[in-house]
Every structure is written in C-alpha cells, then in structure tokens.
C-alpha cells in the first residue's frame, strides 16, 4: 500500500467490498463497484489483497482442540475439455481443511457450544499423499487435539499430535465435532472456484 498511486480511500473500499460477501466477483464487477477507470489496476489491486490475507495464515499454528476433515471442490473448467466423473475426477480438488475450535459453557445455563479462532485451508496434491500428513505436521501444535470422522486416510495424524479422536461421519457429528469445519467447507465452494 505504501508505493501505490492508489489512493488509501480506494485500497479500503476494495478490502471491504472484497470481505462484505462469500460470493466470488468478477474484476470488472469489482471496477464498477470501485468507480475506477482502469482494469489492470483493479485487477492488481484484488490479487494483492488476496495475497496479503493469504500471508496472514502463515503466521500462526493452531493450538487446543483442532477439527480436520477434507472437502472436495470443483474447479471451472473449459466445457469442451472431457473429463472422468467420480469423487477423485479432474474436475475435483481436494482441500484439507483445519478448524481451532474453543469449547465454551454459559455459566448461568449450562449450555454447551464453540467458538472458532482460526481456519487453514490447503488444496491437496493428487500425487503426493502425505500431503495432508505435511499440514497437519507443520501447522499443528504438538499439544493438540484433532478430532476428524473416521476415515482410512487419517491414520497417521495421531503421530503428530497429543490425542486423535474420531468419530463416524453423521449429521449430527457435522453439527457438533465438525461443525466449524463443515462450516468453512460449505461457505468455501465459490470462492474455490475462483481460484481454478
């Protein structure tokens, strides 16, 4: 923001455009909303700002309770382009998604509930698996407490951190175990798709 001959007016009015929706938004919708007369810089001035919020996430390692869970996303693709159709297609992208969630309790009620501090998201590759190994290792305290469903690729998690607990994917454990990740993943597929 320093060296920019962008005005700070401007720079905040497209940091808040640009967090005010889960909906993904087109440059040149984005340039409109802005009121600026030129689209390079429009263009510049989102993929700086998606930059900077993605550079943030790297500062900081989960702690506490974490949840983990993956998520399949489709990417935009040409229509002409054939591809295969299953859960590992071409048109999927695997994401790994970590949620640090904090057990809270009304005093007054006794009622039960969570709150949500931080997520961390990362597309994994198709042909290295232990890339979720990898997150999990790197942004994860070793104190930690992962709860996931239980499914056959999350084996190795409890080598990386204190306690592993999972439970079997229902409605009620996304409500609950997961409910921050399942949150993050339902709110994440259109801005997914911009990124393909």
């Not at 409910?179 to 911009?194: D, M």
Request: charged share 30%; net charge positive.
């Amino acid at each position: 923001m320093e060296y920019s001959k962008v005005s700070i007016k401007t720079w905040y009015k497209a940091m808040l455009f640009m967090s005010f929706s889960k909906k993904t938004i087109s440059a040149a919708e984005f340039q409109r909303q802005l009121n600026h007369p030129e689209y390079d810089t429009v263009w510049q001035l989102m993929h700086k700002i998606r930059t900077a919020t993605g550079n943030r996430d790297r500062l900081y390692d989960l702690k506490g309770e974490v949840e983990f869970d993956e998520g399949y996303f489709e990417r935009s693709m040409s229509k002409r382009v054939k591809l295969k159709r299953a859960k590992c297609s071409q048109r999927q992208v695997n994401v790994a998604v970590l949620a640090e969630s904090t057990p809270l309790e009304d005093i007054e009620t006794g009622k039960k509930s969570s709150s949500c501090r931080y997520f961390k998201m990362k597309v994994l590759s198709t042909h290295k698996k232990e890339s979720a190994d990898e997150l999990l290792r790197d942004k994860l305290e070793e104190k930690s407490i992962v709860f996931s469903d239980k499914s056959a690729n999350y084996v190795n998690i409890s080598d990386y951190v204190e306690t592993h607990i999972s439970e079997k994917s229902t409605s009620k454990t996304n409500q609950t175990t997961l409910k921050w990740v399942q949150i993050a993943i339902s709110c994440s597929i259109p801005n997914f798709r911009t990124l393909y």
